[in-house]
């Protein structure tokens, strides 16, 4: 799972890279890649019951890309995003002396920007595609069906609407996703506000953003890289105290992962004990047997059962043991759809 961090050049994306990481600094202008760690509250209570040798977070792939610029040339642009599974979009909303705006504050504007960039790459590929499909037909018996997903594409894009807001059915879907289409990629959008606007819940082109934003089914994040550099370096209970102040219940990278896990259909499932605390991602609707390959494939390929326990249930028991007194732990077959938070040991032979 790779995640590509976009936006105009100065808007905080490289501070928000090296948060979600805990990657050290890079040149400005240069891309890079890390691996994030997925803050999830659940994995920090199931160490404390087990009290493992060793915690295992889930991770995701971050892609620092440099900044973008319209009117440059964005093929660098455009080439650093073509293969990550989605995008968030860093705004800047922050005033500051020390970091000087060409434009001025306009996050609206800089989104707009962004998104007309994406739209365009999208609709000269399409283009492209549909010409040389019009020479085919007639050949090509499946040229046909292409060309009427690709007409509804481009209906779409003539909205000025992303491809990912089309309903398309399975078959047509297929069809669009190996495109690699820009605007098909889940888009997140993150604002990075000022202390003062986060404290005043306003900033710049506040409306316009938030209805785009709404037209386009983009899901917006406040957050401040400054507030969360601070937050870094403070201890857990401090940092919630500090959170709590601004009348927020998690950090702004925790809200980022959470929002990248819950657009993308990913779910966790935990296996726990006295050697380790995992937590392993999945996609919404694995079955039990996919979800065991995802550790091992000994385990998918000798899958018998999977012993499972909901994460709450056996919070609020204390121990497997009570949780099996209270009929709480499961048996569950190869076909068994994993929920988000369940607690399981899989057994297999090989
Ligand atoms: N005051 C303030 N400064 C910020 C905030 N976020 C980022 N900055 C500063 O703005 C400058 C640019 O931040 P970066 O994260 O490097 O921006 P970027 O988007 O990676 O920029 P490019 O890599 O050049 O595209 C740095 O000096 C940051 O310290 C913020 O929320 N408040
Ligand atoms: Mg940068």
């Given at each position: 799972m790779k995640i590509g961090i976009i936006g105009k050049?100065?808007?905080g994306k490289s501070v928000l890279f090296r948060l979600l990481t805990k990657h050290g600094a890079a040149a400005s202008g240069k891309a890079q890649l890390a691996v994030g760690r997925i803050p999830d509250p659940r994995v920090d209570a199931l160490a404390e019951l087990y009290k493992p040798r060793k915690v295992t977070y889930a991770t995701i792939d971050f892609w620092d890309v440099p900044g973008f610029q319209p009117g440059r040339s964005s093929l660098d642009f455009l080439q650093s995003v073509r293969d990550v599974d989605a995008l968030v979009a860093v705004l800047r909303a922050f005033e500051s002396d020390l970091v000087p705006s060409i434009t001025g504050i306009q996050p609206y504007t800089d989104f707009k920007d962004l998104q007309q960039e994406l739209l365009i790459a999208d609709w000269t590929l399409l283009e492209t595609r549909l010409e040389r499909l019009a020479k085919q037909r007639g050949k090509n018996p499946k040229a046909g069906e292409e060309l009427a997903v690709l007409e509804k594409c481009r209906e779409t894009l003539e909205q000025?609407?992303?491809?990912?807001?089309l309903k398309l059915n399975a078959e047509e879907e297929k069809l669009v996703r190996?495109?690699?289409?820009?605007?098909?990629k889940p888009l997140i959008a993150a604002v990075n506000l000022d202390e003062g606007q986060m404290a005043a819940g306003s900033y710049p082109q506040e409306e316009e953003l938030e209805a785009e934003l709404a037209r386009m089914d983009v899901p917006l994040i406040k957050v401040s890289a400054q507030i969360e550099a601070e937050i870094s370096e403070l201890e857990a209970e401090d940092a919630r105290l500090f959170l709590a102040e601004l009348g927020?219940?998690?950090?702004g990278i925790a809200r980022i992962a959470r929002t990248v896990y819950a657009h993308l259909g990913l779910i966790s499932f935990f296996t726990a004990g006295e050697k380790e605390v995992h937590s392993w991602t999945i996609r919404r609707g694995d079955t039990a047997c996919r979800a065991a390959g995802k550790i091992h494939s000994d385990l998918e390929r000798g899958f018998i059962r999977a012993e499972v326990v909901a994460y709450e249930d056996l919070l609020r028991c204390g121990s497997m043991q009570k949780a099996k007194e209270q009929g709480l732990f499961r048996l569950e077959g190869k076909e068994y759809i994993v929920q988000d938070g369940d607690v399981i040991t899989f057994r297999f032979n090989v």
């Open positions: 050049p100065q808007a000025d609407l992303p491809l990912r807001s190996s495109y690699d289409f820009f605007t098909k927020l219940a998690e950090s």
